[in-house]
């Protein structure tokens, strides 16, 4: 059978080996790459960090990729609009049979574009206030550590060094950072944050200013100064900070965040402190001048109190008014109290006249009247008071309505009517409770009670004043004495001594003579006798 016409002999692939292919021929033709393009399509980090966007120019457009790890450690992030040279890996994406370039590295593409995002930047911080003059802090004339935040093995430490040394040797406290490259920025910043918070008693003492120093260089070289972390943590250092990047030509972002901005790192070393030879001359002069100015002063106020010395008048002449004056005093006295004497005799007299039982009469008929007035006001008061009070009281009983009270009253009664036998029922246990204590209670004295004894037969004998008799020894001839038994009691004399044949006894011989009848004779209770409830 003849062959298909539409049939060839090209080899037979799948779309993923065939995208394989082009993935390989592209990545091994091309490797690393530096494209220049303006950035589009731009919209920030995803959320899985990484950044997609697009290069483009006038006439094509290449999709780009920074992945999450490189991207935080560009030294410029991307911006939209923004022309850059990226450098990085081209490659392609089979899933959309789209090529792009993997970036590695991206930094503005000349001077124009970096110094229009400069001025950006400077806006957006300026916009915040954070070059402002109000905010900016007052050098200290004559701190004791400075902190330098600079490169430790550059020249500028060491003009730095040296010109303290001239002027005012000083602790210097050195934080070694990079001053150039894509780490500069954020290492320059931590250490202006780091010296910001040392402690004032620590290891390391705190300073009193900063210095952040680096030599000259282009605009690329100087970028990392113009990184806005490093403006923040200059605006918002505590300590005064002083800047000097640079030469007086070159200016920063950080110069403009600074307290103060030095031309040169060797302005800011003699801005930071003073002259030490001129700060002593200048002490000593204040002290030669001190000293002239106390002997002066020493001399002018010697010469006013010598002045006033000769001004001042002698004891004896200040003494002698005083003196003159005491001894007329004195002799004024004598008289004066004889004076007074007779004037205090005189007005006793005078008074003793005028004291005399009529006017005594007469004080005491006015405070009766006065009684009398009072007493009537008096009574006069309390009718008022009585009637303003009733007719108080028949004010309110006409406004007080009685339907209340009675629907009141009625709701009482009903509650009565419903709470009535259980109270019945209480008062019923209560009773038969109170009941049985009060029969025990009984039944407890009865076999307590010395009566109880008696009404077996015995006797009590009592004294005439009531005790009881206890010994027979205590009952002589003619003693009366009181006998009670259970069912009553009387009186009786002893007609003689008793005696041991009498006391042995119980009814023998004529111990005692009835001397009156039974008094007070009241049968006793029946055993058999019903209870009071």
């Known amino acids: 059978m003849p062959e298909s016409s539409s049939q060839s002999n090209a080899l037979e692939v799948t779309v993923t080996e065939l995208s394989g292919k082009l993935k390989r021929t592209v990545e091994d033709t091309f490797g690393h790459v530096r494209v220049r393009g303006e950035i589009s399509g731009f919209r920030g980090p995803h959320s899985s960090g990484h950044c997609y966007f697009s290069l483009k120019d006038e006439r094509a457009r290449l999709e780009a990729v920074i992945w999450r790890g490189q991207a935080a450690k560009l030294q410029h992030m ?55 003059d109000g905010r900016k802090q007052l050098l200290p004339y004559m701190p004791k550590v400075i902190g330098v ?52 008693d620590g290891p390391l003492p705190r300073p009193d200013v900063i210095i952040i120093a680096r030599g000259g260089g282009s605009l690329e070289d100087l970028w990392g100064f113009n990184d806005e972390a490093l403006v923040r943590a200059t605006a918002g250092s505590m300590i005064p900070v002083i800047s000097a990047v640079g030469h007086e030509t070159d200016w920063t972002l950080v110069d403009h965040a600074a307290d103060w901005r030095a031309p ?6 003699e801005k930071a402190v003073p002259v030490k030879a001129e700060l002593e001359a200048y002490i000593a002069d204040l002290g030669a001048r001190l000293r002239g100015s106390m002997s002066r002063l020493n001399e002018k106020r010697g010469t006013s109190l010598r002045s006033a010395e000769r001004g001042l008048k002698t004891p004896d002449m200040l003494l002698a008014m005083p003196r003159r004056q005491f001894d007329e005093a004195a002799g004024r006295l004598g008289r004066g109290l004889v004076q007074g004497v007779k004037l205090a005799q005189g007005r006793y007299q005078q008074s003793s006249q005028r004291l005399s039982s009529r006017s005594l009469d007469r004080l005491l008929q006015m405070g009766r009247d006065r009684l009398t007035t009072l007493a009537g006001n008096n009574r006069r008061a309390q009718s008022d008071l009585l009637r303003y009070r009733r007719e108080r009281f028949t004010k309110q009983a006409v406004q007080i309505k009685l339907q209340p009270l009675e629907n009141q009253l009625i709701l009482a009664r009903k509650s009565y009517e419903r709470i009535k036998p259980a109270l019945a029922l209480r008062a019923n246990a209560l009773q038969t ?24 037969g015995y006797a009590v004998i009592r004294d005439a004043d009531g005790a009881p008799m206890m010994s027979p020894k205590s009952v002589k001839p003619g003693t009366a004495f009181g006998v009670e038994m259970g069912l009553g009691s009387f009186t009786a004399v002893a007609n003689s001594k008793p005696n041991k044949s009498t006391l042995a006894k119980p009814n023998g011989g004529n111990a005692v003579k009835t001397a009156a009848k039974k008094q007070n004779a009241k049968p006793g209770p029946p055993d058999n006798q019903g209870d009071l409830f």
Request: glycine share 8%; net charge positive; aromatic share 6%.
């Open 433 to 456: 409770s109170r009941r049985e204590r009060l029969q025990r209670s009984d039944r407890l004295l009865k076999s307590l009670s010395y009566q109880g004894v008696l009404a077996r």
């Open 149 to 200: 935040v600079t490169s430790p093995t550059g020249a500028v430490i060491r003009d730095i060094l040296h010109r303290l040394n001239d002027r005012f040797p000083i602790h210097v406290l050195v934080w070694p950072v990079r001053v150039q490259g894509e780490t500069s920025g954020r290492e320059v910043a931590n250490g202006v944050y780091q010296l910001n918070n040392l402690p004032e």
């Open 264 to 269: 040169t790192p060797t302005a800011a070393a």
């Open 78 to 132: 991307p911006e939209e609009g923004l022309e850059v040279i990226a450098s990085g890996k081209l490659t392609t994406y089979p899933g959309s049979s789209k090529y792009q370039i993997v970036i590695d590295n991206l930094e503005p593409a000349g001077a124009g574009a970096l110094m229009a995002l400069l001025e950006e930047r400077r806006k957006k911080l300026a916009a915040e206030g954070l070059f402002e």
